[in-house]
């Protein structure tokens, strides 16, 4: 009869400690791919935004959505009553804290309460996160 191969306990720890080496240079990769993917997926709701709410100031006589609430914002950029409308589907989720809230003038950019502000004096629409993208 032939005997069985088994790894000694000194080819366990190489091939574990060679495990470990190899993944220590593999996990950044994935990191580093996730956050890109994040940051893509930010500057896709700020373009769509941005443009959207463009749009909405062109055919309302340069006036904005209602900012007296979050929902009356959603209702006006999400229903259809107008020629264009609606102007998006769904307000985007702001992928850096999940939040797909909007809130309007106040504190400035990453102050982590919504998803997104708009700054009615100045037009700009930002990143409400605290990441290290809240002002694009």
Known sequence: MKEKSRLSYVELVIVVIALGVVSMQVVPKFTAAGEAAKTAELIEGLQTMRTQLTL??????????????????????????GRSEPYVSEIP???????????FDGEPAGADKAGWRLDTGSGSFQADNSHKYAVL
């Open 56 to 81: 909405y100031r062109a055919e309302h006589k340069d006036a904005w959505p209602p900012t007296d609430s979050f929902e009356s914002f959603e209702a006006a950029m999400t229903s259809s009553e």
């Open 93 to 103: 989720t702001n992928p850096c804290n999940g939040l797909n809230t909007v809130r």
